[in-house]
């Protein structure tokens, strides 16, 4: 590229090609072609596939070595000259620049995609993080499991969970739209794992393939959801914490409730009360409570609430029963026999005709459930 440089250079001030050549030790073809095109740069592709004759049925034999020096850290892994010496004493008679040769092909051929990190630094209404938790409560008397989902906003580290039953994609919505509701506006950006609920598939980088009815919910809020590169949980390290801190500061001693709804009410008191009492870990002189009220205005709010439900279909049986999730639930006499659509909502089920709402009722999370109403 210097030379190249120094070629245009010396053409654009007048010189003829020839004396360009003799001066810069060129051919007169390659200055002719330097000033023919604007070129900056010229690249040597290789029109045959590059062969290893002299290898031969060693091909197999470093292959395998550089596969397994892949896998070593890299203070362990030995060079390419010792592999060549280890290859000439099983018989190898070829020279050392042709196993270079293979070995840096190799290598470009395998070599890791780059890791892309998502910024542990943020502005206000910048992004929120999301994750998962289970812990142990009491509920009703019986000491039993429930999911318990988090969120944080990156910037004040303002806390907001709530407790379900299940981690399924009908959590996921109302855990967002309660979460809107609690802060009073979501994030340009919300930072998740990669849960199947969320994520239907893997790309490389960033790319995901996201569920759909999930992006339905990201744009109706307006925030861009960005799942965290595999196995990398620092790029989300605020929500981990805050997991950790949530089970010692709230969830112990056991959590006593007569059912979900009281527990998520004495939650949010407790998210509250504890972003009163924290400093801020950047802004010592301030509770989280007053910089969560600095990024408030900066959170995007919308007036209208999502209906945060999946779908299915099931056919009415004779005794005007729909079967869902191992539970009967009943519809009006009418509808015995037709399809019904059913919106699975995170604590009810609503059951539709043509898109008529013909049946709302409580969801059970047991087994061999009988959910009437009589008077339909």
């Not at 407790?163 to 009073?184: P, S, W």
């Not at 990669?194 to 960033?206: A, D, L, M, S």
């Not at 989300?236 to 950790?244: A, D, F, I, R």
């Amino acid at each position: 590229m210097e030379t190249i440089r120094k070629v245009r250079l010396a053409l654009e001030k007048g010189e003829s090609q020839r004396s360009v050549a003799k001066k810069y030790r060129l051919s007169r073809a390659t200055v002719g072609k330097i000033a023919s095109c604007e070129e900056t740069e010229f690249k040597y592709t290789r029109k045959k596939e590059v062969q290893y004759p002299t290898l031969g049925a060693f091909i197999e034999r470093l292959t395998e070595i550089l596969r397994q020096e892949a896998d070593l850290p890299a203070k362990r892994r030995r060079t390419v000259k010792k592999i060549h010496e280890e290859l000439q004493r099983e018989g190898y008679s070829g020279s050392y620049d042709t196993v270079r040769r293979y070995s840096r092909t190799w290598k470009e051929e395998h070599r890791s995609r780059k890791s892309a990190y998502v910024p542990l630094l943020f502005a206000k209404g910048e992004a929120f993080q999301f994750d998962w938790s289970e812990e142990i409560v009491e509920i009703g008397g019986v000491v039993r499991k429930v999911q318990v989902a988090h969120v944080r906003l990156c910037y004040s580290r303002m806390r907001f969970c709530v407790a379900f039953e299940r981690q399924e994609l009908a959590m996921v919505m109302e855990a967002h739209i309660r979460a809107h509701n609690f802060f009073g506006g979501l994030c340009e950006r919300g930072i998740y794992d990669n849960p199947k609920t969320i994520v239907q598939e893997i790309g490389p980088g960033k790319e995901r393939e996201y569920n759909k009815r999930f992006l339905q919910l990201s744009s109706h809020y307006l925030f861009e959801p960005c799942a965290c590169t595999p196995a990398a949980g620092w790029e989300k390290g605020q929500v981990e914490n805050q997991v950790g801190a949530n089970r010692m500061s709230v969830f112990v001693p056991r959590l006593k409730f007569g059912n979900l709804a009281e527990l998520n009410a004495h939650l949010e008191e407790q998210m509250l009360a504890l972003a009163y009492l924290s400093r801020h870990p950047e802004f010592q002189e301030k509770s989280v409570f007053e910089v969560f009220e600095e990024e408030k205005p900066y959170l995007r709010k919308q007036k209208t609430p999502f209906s945060g439900y999946t779908t299915a279909e099931r056919r009415a049986g004779s005794q005007c029963l729909v079967r869902f999730d191992s539970n009967n639930y009943s519809v009006p006499c009418d509808y015995a026999g037709k399809l019904v659509s059913i919106r699975i909502f995170a604590e009810r089920v609503i059951l539709a005709v043509d898109g008529k709402t013909v049946a709302a009722h409580i969801r059970s999370f047991e087994k061999g459930r009988y959910i009437l109403d009589p008077l339909h």
